[in-house]
């Protein structure tokens, strides 16, 4: 027997707009999902769409079969929601999560279109359940943690006595802890026990924050701070270096170079400066001890690390000008964000040169100063292996050789600098380049500090044309007693290579590699990857498309079908969309590995990312007006690589960095999209994995949602690890700064930063307490918080 039937003449209003408004979504999900059929893709949103707009035009007529058939879908979507991806909570979000809402609309509005006597009671009971079902939903990505294997820690075991592998003690005197960049510091006052019990210490502006709106776009702290003795040295975005006493915050000195606005490449950032104790110089003389760094104008300067004057003998009254010997440079194109790394009194450095304007860009040469007097000892020009200092007059070091725009390690006893190395300029188009730029581009390059020559090279990728350049340092270990070194790699590939030779420690493999692209016959028929270890995920699939409701996952699903993939290292075309995946945020990208030697345990935090990509022809990109910085366009900030020229190549870039929907804003993989992992460095095995950074901060149309639930952001900046069993880090997305387990992965502690996280933070002790400090800063990349503080944290 059906229910009693309404009466002729009443017309509410309630069920008439949730018909409306179902049927114009079955409309879209019909449209969109036969043009989804006939791709080749799941027929699930064609035959949806059809059926809700059948329940839409029922509903609208005040027929109360529309309301069963809404309910009817509703099953048979969280059927198929369950067959298509099992229990994963985030990949169930579009698929139930809105059609979810829907539901408890209809059963809302169904008492009204019956004169049933119990129809309020089962309304409001139906009703009832929905939402009771949503919170539960809600729980379970409350809990959501876990997303790998997870095991007991690999027995202590103590390093022996290797001096280039020094611990930091009390301080942090290197970017990297030292410079064998492990980021672990031996102090253990702060405990997994403790570590709820952090307090902030204090809090200092440094007064440097962008002057207008456009030039926020390019601000990025990305900034670790020194701590040497009784001083804390910290730099700014646009090079500000400022000497804290790290107990207190309060300054002590503050140097400005005075760096134009227009000086600033896509982000203005300072890594961070070089500690340098100059060998036999009395104590106090001026300059025994001084502060090595360069500028976002490539200038290098030498400060008095007591006093922050000008270094008068280094250069020029303490600075020297790095672009002598490059020829045209204009503004932005060649910088300085990271520190030197300075290795038997030669500060060695390298640029970043501005991405995807000209394949004639500034040269990549590396440089070695000397750090007392800042004389050019070398410098390698991998076009002019012969070349010794400066070039021949009216000549210039060879322009848009790859470049090493990160931070360099150093093995003192070696007498080695480990540079990671870029691509030639023009990173997506490779047909022009010069078999010396090919020999040496993506390479972790073993220079001889004393010579400026190249002792060997390990090459991750072959031709790159996906922006694989090495973006982290590699770290100094000893691993089963050689002296080896961990290289983390944008692919997700992690190596551990004997840095004597660079001969691998760990199995290393080729796998084929697809063809195709605008340069197949440029293409590798095969690239390396690491048989060891590896970051990155198992290739994409239509069912790993996402949004925030089934239309703009089945847009994206359109997306995926229209564009060329055929897995890892798809190349890029012109005429479609091609699938970069990882994209070129990583895997690892600048803020590097921590590794604790005393437990053997490697933490990597990383990205898990597509990039959506086409090459421009050259006459489309003509018309939208795409031309080098310095010419026509001349607008700094954006992303790089969207809408990037590469003049003098026949086409243009244009990246979707992240994959994300026009409109919405959301990126179209399924979350998690960075996680923190820990690795056993005796084996290769995972220890645990956990998705990395809440979903605080992120929303559609760029709304934060303040939800906080593990979801795993985009993340930049690394970890600090230490013997107390704590691991330090913020840069994820959402503006927190944690304290994890290393035993278990477990948030032990958090607090809200006022601006983005893209620091790798430090510790110290001073006066018998372990301080944690971090510059925020934020970061226009990853779109978070701009800032000026300097952060300190203690137990109280």
Known sequence: MGSPSLQPGRRPLPPLVVGVVIAAIGVVLAVGGAWLAALGGSAYYVLTGVAMIASGVLLFRRNILGGWLYCAIFVLTVIWALAEVGANPWALVPRIIAPLVLLLAVLLVMPLLTVHPLRWKLGLGAGASAIVLTAVAGLIFARMADTGPQGPLPPLRFEMGDPSLASVGDDWPAYGGTDAARRFSPLGQITPANVKNLKRAWLIHTGD?????????????????????????????????????????????????????????????????????????????????????????????????????????????????????????????????????????????????????????????????????????????????????????????????????????????????????????????????????????????????????????????????????????????????????????KQGDIYVLDRRNGRPLTPVGRIKAPGGGVEPEQRAPMQRVSLWHTLRKPELTERDMWGMSPIDQMVCRIQFRRASYKGFFTPPESDRRSIEYPGYNGGTDWGGIAVDPRRGIIVANYNDMPNYVRLVPREEANRKGWTPRDQARGEIGGAEGAGDPQAHTPYAIDVNAGWRLPFTGMLCKQPPYGG?????????????????????????????????????????????????????????????????????????????????????????????????????????????????????????
């Not at 104590?283 to 001890?289: D, E, F, H, I, V």
């Not at 040469?365 to 292996?385: F, N, S």
């Not at 993340?715 to 840069?731: E, M, S």
């Not at 006066?767 to 970061?779: D, E, M, R, S, T």
């Open 209 to 489: 924050l962008p002057s207008d709106a456009k030039i926020r776009k390019t601000y990025g702290g990305e900034n670790t701070p020194l701590k040497v003795g009784d001083t804390l040295y910290v730099c700014t975005p646009k090079n500000i270096v400022l000497a804290l006493d790290p107990a207190t915050g309060k300054r002590k000195w503050r140097f400005d170079p005075v760096v134009s606005d227009d000086a600033i490449p896509y982000t203005a950032a300072c890594r961070g400066v070089t500690y340098y104790a100059v060998p036999g110089a009395p104590a106090n003389q001026p300059c025994a001890t001084r502060i090595i760094y360069g500028t976002l104008d490539a200038r290098l300067f030498a400060l008095d690390a007591r006093t922050g004057r000008r270094c008068a003998a280094f250069g020029n009254n303490g600075e020297v000008d790095t672009k002598v010997g490059m020829g045209d440079t204009p503004p932005g194109y060649v910088s300085i964000n990271s520190p030197p790394t300075i290795v038997r009194g030669v500060v060695v450095t390298g640029h970043q040169v501005l991405d995807g304007q000209d394949r004639w860009a500034p040269s990549g040469v590396i440089r070695g100063y000397d750090a007392a007097t800042g004389k050019l000892r070398w410098a390698w020009d991998m076009m002019h292996p012969d070349w010794n200092g400066y070039p021949p007059p009216g000549q210039t070091w060879a322009r848009g050789t790859p470049n090493m725009w990160t931070i360099a390690s150093g093995d003192e006893q070696l007498g080695l600098v480990y540079l990671p190395m870029g691509n030639a300029a023009a990173d997506y188009y490779s047909s022009l380049r010069r078999p010396q730029e090919r020999e040496f581009a993506t390479s972790l390059v073993a220079l001889d500090v004393t010579t400026g020559k190249p002792r060997w090279k390990f090459q991750a990728v072959r031709d790159d044309v996906w922006d694989y350049d090495f973006g982290a340092q590699a770290t100094l270990v000893d691993f089963r007693g050689t002296p080896a070194l961990v290289l983390p790699s």
């Open 676 to 796: 923190i992992r820990a690795i056993d460095m005796s084996t290769g095995r995972t220890i645990w994995d956990k998705p990395f950074g809440e979903a605080r901060t992120n929303g559609p149309f760029g709304i934060p949602s303040m939800l906080p639930w593990t979801i795993g952001t985009p993340n930049n900046g690394g970890a600090v690890v230490t013997a107390g069993g704590v691991i330090f880090i913020a840069a994820a997305t959402d503006n927190l700064i944690r304290a994890i387990d290393l035993r278990t992965g477990k948030v032990l502690w958090k607090d809200v930063l006022p601006s983005g996280g893209q620091a790798t933070p430090m510790t110290y002790m001073i006066n018998g307490k372990q301080y944690l400090v971090i510059a925020p800063g934020g970061h226009h990349f990853m779109e978070t918080p701009i800032g000026d503080e300097v952060i300190a944290y203690a137990l109280p």
